[in-house]
């Protein structure tokens, strides 16, 4: 197999990224507004369009999508500061414009685009189990022999996205997600705040357990450390701070 068949891509072209992020959504367990998280979508665009890439941004249904309030640098909490590509992002009224009316997956060609890349935030968690032509059009990315990458919470997509022969797309690859310490602190400091009981979770779920449980290879790098990792075409990244990481193993699937 030559690396032509591996990475299809044509390189008298610009190289093009779909970018997928969150609709907007309530967690069943906090009952908080959840969505996509700024630093996800920012820290890969700018990777990419540094790189020269086109880039476009699309959402399982389209139309508006809203942030976690926390990834927001103007956000009182303060945890996001910062974050001043995603302030600057953010700041440029024709790039905040593009999360105002995001296309629907179901307007993504695969033949158009060279990478995917679904992006986190905590709404993945509620929503992306009935997003079924997300499973399909990031199997078909994959199967293509396009890079198919995902990060954080977005890694969420991996535990419902199965190949044309009806077995886990993550089966005996090496991957990375949100981590279990990950998930620990941030239960800790929900319920230090009083915002959640001692009995409840942040999430419905964990990325680490269920991906193991469907015979990935997961491996992480510690709490909160930017990490990412490549297994042939298939590219995760760890978590929120793994954005730039993230893209950077894009573009080295895709050969510049």
């Known amino acids: 197999m030559s690396l032509k068949d591996v990475n299809p891509v044509n390189a008298a072209k610009p190289k093009r990224v779909a970018i997928v992020i ?3 959504a309530v967690s069943t367990t906090t009952g908080w507004s959840v969505g996509f998280w700024w630093s996800e979508l920012t820290h890969p665009y700018l990777a990419f369009t540094e790189a020269g890439y086109e880039v476009e941004i699309f959402s ?3 139309g ?3 942030p976690d309030a926390m990834s927001d640098p103007r956000d009182p909490s ?3 500061e910062t974050d001043l590509i995603s302030m600057g992002f953010i700041a440029t009224p024709r790039l905040a414009a593009l999360v ?3 296309k629907p997956v179901s307007d993504l060609a695969v033949a158009n685009f060279d990478a995917i890349v679904v992006a986190g935030g905590q709404a993945p968690m509620f929503t992306f189990e009935t997003a079924t032509t997300l499973h399909e059009t990031f199997v078909a990315f994959y199967e293509a022999g ?5 990060l954080c919470h977005g890694t969420a997509i991996l535990r419902y996205a199965e190949l044309s022969n009806g077995e886990p797309l993550v089966r005996g690859k090496t991957v990375t997600g949100f981590a279990n310490v990950e998930e620990d602190f941030a239960d800790n400091a929900v319920w230090s705040m009083g915002a959640l009981p001692r009995d409840k979770h942040v999430m419905p779920w964990r990325i680490e357990d269920e991906l193991k449980a469907l015979g990935a290879n997961y491996i992480q790098a510690g709490l909160w450390r930017g990490f990412a990792v490549r297994d042939g075409n298939l590219v995760t990244g760890q ?3 793994s954005g730039a990481e993230t893209a950077a193993k894009v573009i080295e699937a895709l050969g510049a």
Do not use: I, L, M, W
């Not at 396009?146 to 995902?150: E, F, L, P, Q, S």
């Open 22 to 24: 969150a609709n907007p």
């Open 60 to 62: 399982p249904d389209g």
């Open 64 to 66: 508006r999508c809203e």
């Open 78 to 80: 303060g945890y996001s």
């Open 100 to 102: 105002e009316d995001t």
């Open 146 to 150: 396009k890079v198919a990458a995902a």
């Open 239 to 241: 978590q929120n701070f």
